[in-house]
Every structure is written in C-alpha cells, then in structure tokens.
C-alpha cells in the first residue's frame, strides 16, 4: 500500500501502488491547484477523514468534485459527478513522499485550449 496526507495529516488516501503515469494539467483549475493527478479504480482507493474533514468544490457543468482538507485546505483528489466517470478517482500525487514519484512519467495535458497530450518525461 501507498498512502497520501495532506499537509496537516487529517486526510489520508491509500493506493495500492505507485502511479505509472501522472497529469499535469493547465486548465483553469489545475494551473491554480498545482496539482499532479493519479487515476485510479474508485474501488482500490481508501480515503480516511475526519467526520465533516472534508469539502468539496464544483463549477459550470459539475463535472467532477474537487475535495480538499477542510483543516489545511489541501487539494487531495477529485471524483466525477458525471455518470461516465464514476468509477475514477484523482489522487493528487503532490501528496506522496516524493520518492513514490521517481520514475514515473509525466503527461501533460493542454486543458488551457487544446485539450492535446505532450510527454515531459
């Protein structure tokens, strides 16, 4: 198992392995949340928190949930609201030991206005 924390530890997210690949994206949010994203099946994500620890963000459309630390205020992850994609988490993977990371490719996604892949590692 890996695990996730935010800053002040409140929230903690288990995987059960190191991402193979991670997302950085520009869009509007991403760009301001700083945020490396990790997809995994919901079903092998744990996610531990205090009663009413967290809140969530949503914008326009609703697509997806940001979720962050009510504590801290770190962004941890982010599920769809969307029915096609609610068998997904996003990790923020900013919140493993950097070490987890090594190796692990980076895609980058042009959600500013092109909405194409490029591969910076």
């Not at 059960?16 to 949340?33: D, E, F, H, L, Q």
């Not at 994500?45 to 504590?71: F, H, M, N, Q, T």
Request: proline share 3%; glycine share 8%.
């Amino acid at each position: 198992m890996l695990g996730a924390t935010c800053h002040c530890g409140s929230v903690r997210i288990h995987v059960r392995r190191a991402p193979r690949t991670v997302t950085r994206c520009n869009c509007s949010i991403c760009r301001r949340y700083g945020a490396l994203w990790a997809y995994y099946p919901a079903s092998s994500v744990r996610i531990e928190a205090p009663k009413d620890g967290l809140a969530s963000y949503s914008w326009r459309r609703k697509v997806r949930a940001y979720i962050r630390c009510k504590r801290c205020g770190c962004i941890t992850h982010y599920k769809y609201r969307k029915k096609w994609g609610q068998g997904t988490v996003a990790v923020n993977a900013n919140n493993f030991e950097p070490e987890a990371l090594k190796g692990v490719r980076v895609r980058e996604l042009d959600g500013a206005s092109t909405w194409t892949w490029r591969y910076s590692k």
